[in-house]
């Protein structure tokens, strides 16, 4: 059965950091690609980052050179750090793996003075 776990949200200062994971398990991981997306009140959901198996990462403008997405492969979880974050970036964050129908249950983070 497979199985994503989301985790790591919370409530951030503007400029603050955070640290999001996602635990996989049912599948072979090292060759699934794993994408970040996020859904932000009364806006759709949008992708924010994927990273393949090998470790190539793909970012969506909005969180280019703020966010890094990375992956251990042995510990078969997946990360998403967020670093400089923005009010704009506050939304329920969802794991994937990338082209199927397997997701995290989401992990809110707000980002507030």
């Known amino acids: 059965q497979v199985q994503l776990v989301d985790a790591g949200g919370g409530l951030v200062q503007p400029g603050g950091s955070l640290r999001l994971s996602c635990a996989v398990s049912g599948v072979l991981f090292p060759i699934i690609t794993v994408a970040w997306h996020r859904r932000a009140p009364g806006k759709q959901r949008e992708m924010v980052a994927t990273?393949?198996?090998?470790?190539?990462?793909n970012y969506a403008d909005s969180v280019k050179d703020r966010f890094t997405i990375s992956r251990n492969n042995s510990g078969n979880t997946a990360y998403l750090q967020m670093n400089n974050l923005k009010p704009e970036d506050t939304a329920v964050y969802y794991c994937n793996l990338k082209d199927s129908t397997y997701w995290g249950q989401g992990t809110q983070v707000t980002v507030s003075a």
């Open positions: 990273i393949t198996g090998l470790g190539r990462p």
